[in-house]
Structure formats: C-alpha cells, structure tokens
C-alpha cells in the first residue's frame, strides 16, 4: 500500500505563489512510476495539473499551468511539490496528489492507483 498526504495548500492573492508538498510513505513505494497532481474545481470533474516520472524525472503539464507551476521530487522520491506561480483565480480547487504504478506517465485519472485526501488551494482576486 501507498499513503499519500498532502499540505501546503490554503488562501493565496491572485499573482502571488504556493508550493503544495505531497509525502509518499508505505510499503510499496518502490512501485511507483510516476507521481501527479490533479484538481478538482468547484462543479468540475477532476482534471489532469501536472506529473513527474521517478525514474528520470521527465515532466508533463496540462497547457493552462505551463510556465506557472513546476512539479518536482527530492532525491529520495518520497516528497513531490507543485510548485505554483502567478496564479490566478481560475486555479481555485481542491489539489489532489496521486500515484501511478503502471510504467510510462499518463494524464487520466483513471491510470492512477493511489491518491491522497486533497488540499483546497483558494485564490482571491
């Protein structure tokens, strides 16, 4: 099993930054391919931020956060952060980190296995 937990998020002026942190702790990690964060916005499904690979740290994003948030790992692969800069209010969600254990990097939902419990990240104008 995979725990995931995530902190970091909270209020934050439109403009200004937040760095989401996510632990990965458990038995299994070392079956982890890939780590993402996804978000839920007010009345949407949940959709695809960002995401890393473990093995060489090959990076992906969905096109509304390029240039604005940067995913990352430390060496030890049990901490991944989003960092998120010049937001806006548009980026108001429900921040959720989550796990892949299958090889390759993916944006669906549906091909990760583990997720955290999310942190609301709320941008004022």
């Known amino acids: 099993q995979v725990q995931l937990v995530e902190s970091g998020g909270g209020l934050v002026q439109a403009g200004d930054s937040m760095r989401l942190s996510c632990a990965v702790s458990?038995?299994?990690?070392?079956?982890?391919?890939?780590l993402g964060w996804f978000r839920q916005r007010p009345g949407k499904e949940r959709e695809f931020v960002a995401a890393?690979?473990?093995?060489?740290?090959?990076?992906e994003y969905v096109d509304s956060v390029k240039g604005r948030f940067t995913i990352s790992t430390n060496g030890a692969r049990d901490t991944v952060w989003l960092q998120m800069d010049t937001v806006a209010p548009d980026d108001t969600a429900v921040y959720y980190c989550a796990a892949r254990t299958t090889s390759g990097i993916t944006t669906s939902v549906n091909e990760y296995d583990y997720w955290g419990q999310g942190t609301q990240v709320t941008v004022s104008s």
């Open positions: 890393i690979k473990k093995s060489d740290g090959t990076q």
């Open positions: 458990g038995r299994t990690t070392w079956f982890i391919y890939s």
